[in-house]
């Protein structure tokens, strides 16, 4: 199989697994603004702004004050169906007037998540390399690649689609799909299955603390950090066997040429 190098670590490899935001994207010109918008959402439809935003911070895992995700809170980490359902408990136990858990889900959805399903702007779509060039090179050694995200499809497609990609990846699975959510590693066994490809020659290579838990319970030969998510360098190096700045430092090999 083809061999890889992940910064300075080289891995023969025969299928790489990407996380999507914070992988193939750059979480913070993404997600800040979405967060935001979200949690104005619905601050503005209680009684109590402040309060709702502020218990919004803490039970998403969120730090206004140094405008940083925790990589291990839900909005980093989580589907979006689950994110929804703690901002329905912060309004069901903050929001005044008070208001039962059916009203709760229900100014939950129409308020936070509609805000996160809206059409993303295609100008905070940002790659921290160039993709179709990598996953170019990629399919040119004769790696198969794919993708397993936390997002919902439509909105994943639309992103890889913006930053050139979309027809180039074979393989996807998100969170509407049928399939386990992260860490839970059936995601990572289908994608070796659909390509043929033993999991211990699989990478996994993602922003979390999440990705590097489903690569470690799926068995894959190697597991890669990048930091261009929410997680630090120290966060990371708890589960990655290697850490990259991002997905740029990632390069096929050439085989040795043999003279005759």
């Known amino acids: 199989m083809p061999s890889v190098r992940f910064g300075s670590t080289t891995f023969d490899a025969g299928l790489i697994i990407f996380d999507k935001d914070g992988t193939l994207t750059l979480f913070d010109p993404i997600w800040q603004s979405i967060y935001r918008s979200a949690v104005h959402a619905v601050a503005e439809q209680v009684e109590n702004p402040a309060l709702v935003t502020a218990e919004l911070h803490a039970a998403l895992g969120y ?120 860490p839970a590693p059936e995601a990572i066994w289908a994608a070796c299955t659909h390509f043929g490809v033993p999991v211990e020659r699989a990478v996994m290579v993602g922003d979390s603390l999440t990705d590097m838990r489903m690569g470690r319970a799926a068995g894959v030969g190697l597991c890669v950090g990048v930091l261009t998510g929410p997680a630090s360098r120290e966060e990371l190096e708890i589960l990655a066997d290697t850490i990259l700045e991002s997905i740029a430092e990632i390069q096929p090999l050439r085989p040795p040429i043999h003279n005759s």
């Open 63 to 182: 730090d206004p004050a140094h405008s940083r995700f925790s990589t291990h809170g839900p909005f980093a980490t989580a589907a979006n169906a689950t994110v929804g359902t703690v901002v329905a408990t912060v309004l069901y136990r903050h929001a005044q007037p008070p208001i039962n858990w059916d009203a709760a889900e229900a100014l939950a959805k129409r308020t936070f998540l509609a805000a996160m399903d809206a059409p993303i702007d295609p100008a905070l779509l940002t790659a921290p390399t160039d993709l179709p060039a990598l996953f170019g090179s990629l399919t040119e050694a004769n790696l198969a690649f794919a993708v397993i995200t936390s997002d919902e499809r439509a909105q994943t497609l639309f992103t890889l689609n913006v930053l050139g990609v979309g027809e180039a990846v074979e393989f996807m699975i998100a969170s509407d799909d049928a399939y386990p959510r992260k």
